[in-house]
């Protein structure tokens, strides 16, 4: 009697785990990330930095980044980048990293109006094309310098 219930509680527990997501997201240094596709995806290519105040509550910082271009999902830096991105099945991208900067943050190399935004913590926040799904990654710490 006990294996058969054992066995219930087992398949019940299986039955109900989480799958696993479409898009993981990992940090690399500061600013850097490599998304990992678990199935195929097509995600917008303008994706948010966001970063948590002192009450808790996270905000998109990320909208005048390379004056007003956002972060990107781009590999290198080009002068167009499509509005969405594929990512195959078991395929990875690792965007151009945030330089923690406001101006010249991803492509931007010559801005003379550049703010750091300085110690935090921070996350890349993507969205899927149709707008159906968000993908989280983890916080980082952006160090003060």
């Known amino acids: 009697m006990r294996t058969l ?3 219930a509680l087992a398949a019940c527990s299986a039955a109900g785990a989480d799958p696993k997501p479409a898009l993981t997201i990992a940090n690399g240094k500061p600013g850097a990330f490599t998304l990992t596709a678990n199935e195929a995806v097509k995600l917008k290519t303008v994706a948010s930095i966001e970063r948590k105040d002192d009450k808790g509550k996270w905000a998109d910082i990320s909208k005048g980044f390379d004056v007003g271009v956002g972060y990107r999902l781009i590999a290198a830096c080009t002068d167009k980048a499509p509005e969405c991105v594929s990512i195959a099945a078991g395929g990875t991208l690792s965007p ?3 330089t923690g900067y406001t101006c010249s943050s991803q492509c931007n190399g010559d801005c003379d109006k550049n703010g750091r935004y300085g110690e935090g913590d921070y996350r890349l926040v993507v969205t899927s094309c149709d707008g ?5 990654g983890p916080v980082f710490h952006m160090p003060k310098n």
């Open 5 to 7: 219930a054992f066995l």
């Open 96 to 98: 151009e990293p945030w």
């Open 132 to 136: 159906k799904a968000t993908f989280t």
